[in-house]
T-cell receptor, first 113, second 114 residues
Framework: GQQLNQSPQSMFIQEGEDVSMNCTSSSIFNTWLWYKQDPGEGPVLLIALYKAGELTSNGRLTAQFGITRKDSFLNISASIPSDVGIYFC?????????????FGQGTTLQVKP | NAGVMQNPRHLVRRRGQEARLRCSPMKGHSHVYWYRQLPEEGLKFMVYLQKENIIDESGMPKERFSAEFPKEGPSILRIQQVVRGDSAAYFCASQPPGKVSPLHFGNGTRLTVT
């Protein structure tokens, strides 16, 4: 079946550092989504990507839709303590419905002030 | 504009009891999804509902689990005769009509089975 593999599994960085994480798939996706989950809360959408090669920013966050459509990258610049959380990539399990999603296992980010 | 509301936030049940989890979607959203998250894992799709209809329940366990989204009132995820393996966080998400908009998630119900 389809799988999304995220790496790294966890990161522990100093405040102010840049962060990169990625997500790879065994199959092609037409949409990539990046969510952040804070402890005890539900995932919140950060960035949605709809076209291969697309590069989209949301403040200090930048995400790219890989040209092969089998991967995506998320970068966070100048990290701050509130960036702490779990970052998930996700893609639709069926085309035309971005509600039925498969999620990666997450990248846990910790930021040291 | 209130977000997706789930209750209760925490639910403790003994083995064999029933668990009822409620979800009120965002205003104007007619599509509801339920996801389950085990510790240290990503979310896994369970079921997709529209008002009075189950559209896709391919992620639901075959037994003990059921979901509904009645014409009036919240969506309900019901787990009968709970077992310890049902302990997880259950998230509801909603989406406006059209199926191409990203999901908005609630803050989940954390079920603990003792």
């Amino acid at each position: 079946g389809q799988q999304l593999n995220q790496s790294p599994q966890s990161m522990f960085i100093q405040e102010g550092e840049d962060v990169s994480m990625n997500c790879t798939s065994s199959s092609i996706f037409n949409t990539w989504l990046w969510y952040k989950q804070d402890p005890g809360e539900g995932p919140v959408l950060l960035i949605a990507l709809y076209k291969a090669g697309e590069l989209t920013s949301n403040g200090r966050l930048t995400a790219q839709f890989g040209i092969t459509r089998k991967d995506s990258f998320l970068n966070i610049s100048a990290s701050i303590p509130s960036d702490v959380g779990i970052y998930f990539c996700a893609g639709p399990l069926s085309s035309g419905n971005t509600g039925k999603l498969i999620f990666g296992q997450g990248t846990t980010l910790q930021v040291k002030p | 504009n209130a977000g997706v509301m789930q209750n209760p936030r925490h639910l403790v049940r003994r083995r064999g009891q029933e668990a009822r989890l409620r979800c009120s979607p965002m205003k104007g959203h007619s599509h509801v999804y339920w996801y389950r998250q085990l510790p240290e894992e990503g979310l896994k799709f369970m079921v997709y509902l529209q008002k009075e209809n189950i559209i896709d329940e391919s992620g639901m366990p075959k037994e003990r689990f059921s979901a509904e989204f009645p014409k009036e009132g919240p969506s309900i995820l019901r787990i009968q005769q709970v077992v310890r393996g049902d302990s997880a966080a259950y998230f509801c998400a909603s989406q406006p009509p059209g199926k191409v908009s990203p999901l908005h998630f609630g803050n989940g119900t954390r079920l603990t089975v003792t």
